[in-house]
């Protein structure tokens, strides 16, 4: 036991202290007290380091990859006080990765590869992945779908975590791309911002017209709304209506006193014209089922 005891640090310094002659053994102790680049962690030190990290503070990438094969994915990480950073997953056979970020918030994550290749027909990479503790953001891409550019923004990070999920699924047919134009007017004078989704698909949170590219294979939409109505006597309903024939498709409310975060507005299928209004309006106490 005492032959592996560390030696210390005021030991090692002794050995060159002016007039000197350091020996080999005490050089070859001083080269064994440094840790080499190429060194691997023993199980008890690459414990004691996780402990160590727990209660670290700076913001990491949680994520898992499956079906993935020997493809490399790669991100930039944009920090505060640091230069960027590189991280690059591979295969991780749906087994739970983190890497912690360098510096401090805000973290703001770019794509830099991401391949397409070695998909067989139908298939596609399913990504999912957490910008917002509040929502998921779901994309398809490769075969005859665009891939992930260089430079494709996932975003600013809100919380610590940036969540990454990317497997590859056999969807059992082609998928294409379709567009709705949704127009948006908010007739308040309150800040609403709404998203839509759809089957592997969403778009982020925004207060003006967009353009939607969800999946034939899913020809739905999903809106929601987020609106801060604290402080605020009169509630808001926002009505979705078929821009090509003026129906009225569905309703969803934001309520008076409440902060009203990712609340659901409905759904419509098959719809290429869409438009979005926002009003002042009366409505009932808030649903008591909403509340729980």
Not at 56 to 84: C, L, M, P, R, W
Request: with cysteine; charged share 25%.
């Amino acid at each position: 036991m005492e032959e592996n005891k560390p030696t210390s640090r005021e030991e090692l310094k002794s050995y060159f202290e002016a007039g000197d002659y350091p020996t080999q053994g005490q050089f070859g102790k001083l080269i064994d007290s440094l840790r080499h680049k190429e060194d691997v962690l023993t199980n008890k030190e690459a414990a004691i380091l996780a402990n160590s990290l727990a209660d670290i503070e700076n913001g990491y990438i949680q994520y898992y990859t499956a079906n993935v094969s020997n493809q490399k994915f790669s991100f930039v990480v944009n920090q505060q006080d640091e230069e960027d950073q590189l991280i690059e997953i591979g295969e991780t056979n749906g087994i739970t990765v983190k890497k912690y970020f360098y510096g401090n918030a805000p973290y703001t994550i770019k794509a830099k590869k991401f391949p397409g290749e070695g998909l067989k027909e139908y298939e596609y990479y399913l990504l999912q992945y957490q910008i917002d503790p509040n929502f998921y953001n779901y994309k398809l891409f490769g075969n005859n779908l665009p891939t992930i550019e260089e430079g494709f923004e996932f975003g600013t990070l809100k919380g610590k975590m940036f969540y990454f999920q990317l497997q590859k699924q056999n969807i059992g047919q082609k998928i294409n791309i379709v567009n709705t134009i949704i127009n948006f007017k908010n007739n308040t004078d309150i800040s609403i911002l709404y998203r839509t989704e759809a089957g592997n698909w969403n778009d982020s949170y925004k207060s003006k017209d967009s353009v939607t590219d969800h999946y034939d294979a899913w020809d739905y939409l999903t809106f929601r709304y987020s609106a801060n109505l604290q402080g605020v006597e009169r509630s808001i309903e926002c009505k979705v209506y078929n821009a090509d024939n003026e129906q009225l498709l569905q309703t969803g409310y934001l309520y008076s006193g409440q902060n009203n975060e990712n609340t659901w507005g409905g759904q419509v299928s098959r719809v290429r014209n869409v438009r979005i209004e926002c009003n002042y309006t009366q409505t009932p106490e808030y649903p008591q089922s909403d509340r729980n």
